[in-house]
């Protein structure tokens, strides 16, 4: 694994991960195997007791898997990750992997609509259960949301749809001070833009289906391990501290360090649940991330050129985009985010639900799809398609407006994808 950290992220989306030996394939393989061949029964009794590293079966790990695992690992600056078959599987598999039953944890309000599904009804049906604090409250109201239970901190670095920038350092800090891991889903900015890492968070997880892959071509998941958080000093986590009985009493700390987290995750977790991803999806996966910091480059200057544009549209009431001098987030993308704040933006449509529908019908160039961050701009209206079973009344209690119309700007030209907007803006008016 390449990851000297003189090393610039471009180099890393490119070069780490794979390293071919002398007369191995210069491209990454796709080992579409589900199993692999050893000369000794002892050392594959070696590798179940992880005595020695290797495959052994898929479900666990694979080689294809680990180059793409290793190149994020290296770009967050984290000790290893876990590829996973969705960005479900990663919030879900962090989640279990620190909070049993009984247990409780804090997220951000504004966060991922699945995600909120997630915590708020399936964890809550094994007996994890969440209280939502607001990312703009104050270090007492975190504070005064803290149990005996309480195991995590959890938010996204650019919230999916809200598009609110979450305070990394200061969540870090209430979390530490209780004694538990911040984990923070970095999907919207990426490792090209942010590092929660560097701000303190300890764990970061993905939907990898966003911009890693780039191209809307492949589901998956990803979780990174600072190697930084101690589970021994926390007291907290007897399921990293203590033997684990499933695993022929091994306890995780002891055995792998700074990699514990991580390693539960794969050899107990992924061993049970099988949210594995496929060889072919972690092949594409690599090759999206080969060019992932020019895309995220080309990505926010043409956000940054059409947020202005819409500023000052006459058809369009309002804007929210973190990456805007006027946005009410301006400090913390000036903090967080110095060199852009990814793709997405959020407007409203004056004439409210009808002409934001006339509006997005009206479109040439921008496709309607219910997926964010790819090369194509998208656009969606949740009004009348994910959210189309709410009231008005309802929508704006959810926070999204019936005229709010969500963009995803992609990376062709910015001048055509001006003009695409303008000519639907004038057509729905
Ligand atoms: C899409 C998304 C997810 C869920 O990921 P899937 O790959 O669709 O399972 C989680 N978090 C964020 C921020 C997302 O945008």
């Given at each position: 694994m390449l990851t000297p950290m003189s090393f610039h992220p471009d180099t890393l989306c490119v070069q780490a991960g794979w390293q071919p030996k002398n007369g191995e394939p210069r491209v990454l393989p796709i080992f579409q195997s589900t199993t692999f061949k050893y000369d000794s029964s002892e050392h594959v009794g070696d590798l179940f007791d992880l005595k020695v590293p290797g495959h052994f079966y898929t479900r666990l790990s694979n080689p294809t898997a680990e180059a793409v695992e290793n190149k994020i690992a290296a770009l967050e600056g984290g000790v290893g990750a876990m590829m996973t078959a969705s960005g479900q599987a990663a919030s879900l598999i962090a989640l279990l992997n620190l909070c049993n039953s009984g247990d409780h944890f804090i997220a951000s309000s504004a966060i991922y609509g699945g995600t909120t599904n997630l915590f708020s009804v399936t964890l809550k049906k094994l007996g994890i259960e969440v209280t939502y604090v607001d990312p703009y409250a104050s270090d007492e109201a975190v504070q005064a949301a803290f149990r005996p239970t309480t195991r995590a901190i959890f938010g996204e670095?650019?919230?999916?749809?809200?598009?609110t920038v979450f305070d990394i350092e200061r969540f870090a800090r209430v979390a530490h001070a209780n004694g538990v891991p911040l984990i923070v889903d970095n999907t919207f900015p990426t490792a090209v833009l942010c590092r929660p890492f560097d701000f303190g968070a300890d764990i970061v997880t993905y939907s990898?289906?966003?911009?890693?892959?780039?191209?809307?071509i492949s589901l998956g998941g990803m979780i990174v391990d600072s190697g930084r958080f101690d589970w021994r000093a926390s007291g907290k986590f007897p399921g990293l501290t203590e033997p684990d009985p499933s695993y022929h009493g091994t306890v995780y700390t002891d055995a792998f360090g700074p990699s514990a987290f991580i390693v539960k995750a794969r050899v107990q977790l992924m061993r049970d649940l099988g949210a594995t991803p496929s060889p072919m999806n972690a092949f594409l996966l690599n090759l999206g991330m080969e060019t992932l910091h020019l895309r995220m480059e080309r990505h926010c200057r043409n956000a940054e050129a059409v947020a202005a544009f819409l500023e000052g549209h006459p058809a369009v009431s309002w804007i929210n985009y973190p990456g805007l001098p006027s946005s009410k987030d301006a400090a913390l993308v000036k903090k967080y985010l110095p060199h852009g704040a990814c793709g997405v933006i959020s407007f409203g449509v004056k004439g409210g639900r009808d002409a934001a529908v006339r509006f997005m019908d009206s479109l040439k160039l921008a496709a309607i799809v219910v997926h964010v961050a790819d090369a194509r701009t998208g656009v969606l209206h949740p009004a009348s398609t994910t959210h189309r079973q709410l009231t008005d009344e309802q929508l704006v209690a959810a926070g999204i407006g019936p005229d709010l119309v969500r963009l995803s700007v992609g990376i062709e030209n910015a001048a055509d994808i001006i003009a695409d907007l303008d000519q639907a803006l004038i057509a729905c008016d």
């Amino acid at each position: 694994m390449l990851t000297p950290m003189s090393f610039h992220p471009d180099t890393l989306c490119v070069q780490a991960g794979w390293q071919p030996k002398n007369g191995e394939p210069r491209v990454l393989p796709i080992f579409q195997s589900t199993t692999f061949k050893y000369d000794s029964s002892e050392h594959v009794g070696d590798l179940f007791d992880l005595k020695v590293p290797g495959h052994f079966y898929t479900r666990l790990s694979n080689p294809t898997a680990e180059a793409v695992e290793n190149k994020i690992a290296a770009l967050e600056g984290g000790v290893g990750a876990m590829m996973t078959a969705s960005g479900q599987a990663a919030s879900l598999i962090a989640l279990l992997n620190l909070c049993n039953s009984g247990d409780h944890f804090i997220a951000s309000s504004a966060i991922y609509g699945g995600t909120t599904n997630l915590f708020s009804v399936t964890l809550k049906k094994l007996g994890i259960e969440v209280t939502y604090v607001d990312p703009y409250a104050s270090d007492e109201a975190v504070q005064a949301a803290f149990r005996p239970t309480t195991r995590a901190i959890f938010g996204e670095t650019i919230a999916n749809p809200a598009l609110t920038v979450f305070d990394i350092e200061r969540f870090a800090r209430v979390a530490h001070a209780n004694g538990v891991p911040l984990i923070v889903d970095n999907t919207f900015p990426t490792a090209v833009l942010c590092r929660p890492f560097d701000f303190g968070a300890d764990i970061v997880t993905y939907s990898t289906s966003k911009y890693l892959d780039g191209h809307a071509i492949s589901l998956g998941g990803m979780i990174v391990d600072s190697g930084r958080f101690d589970w021994r000093a926390s007291g907290k986590f007897p399921g990293l501290t203590e033997p684990d009985p499933s695993y022929h009493g091994t306890v995780y700390t002891d055995a792998f360090g700074p990699s514990a987290f991580i390693v539960k995750a794969r050899v107990q977790l992924m061993r049970d649940l099988g949210a594995t991803p496929s060889p072919m999806n972690a092949f594409l996966l690599n090759l999206g991330m080969e060019t992932l910091h020019l895309r995220m480059e080309r990505h926010c200057r043409n956000a940054e050129a059409v947020a202005a544009f819409l500023e000052g549209h006459p058809a369009v009431s309002w804007i929210n985009y973190p990456g805007l001098p006027s946005s009410k987030d301006a400090a913390l993308v000036k903090k967080y985010l110095p060199h852009g704040a990814c793709g997405v933006i959020s407007f409203g449509v004056k004439g409210g639900r009808d002409a934001a529908v006339r509006f997005m019908d009206s479109l040439k160039l921008a496709a309607i799809v219910v997926h964010v961050a790819d090369a194509r701009t998208g656009v969606l209206h949740p009004a009348s398609t994910t959210h189309r079973q709410l009231t008005d009344e309802q929508l704006v209690a959810a926070g999204i407006g019936p005229d709010l119309v969500r963009l995803s700007v992609g990376i062709e030209n910015a001048a055509d994808i001006i003009a695409d907007l303008d000519q639907a803006l004038i057509a729905c008016d």
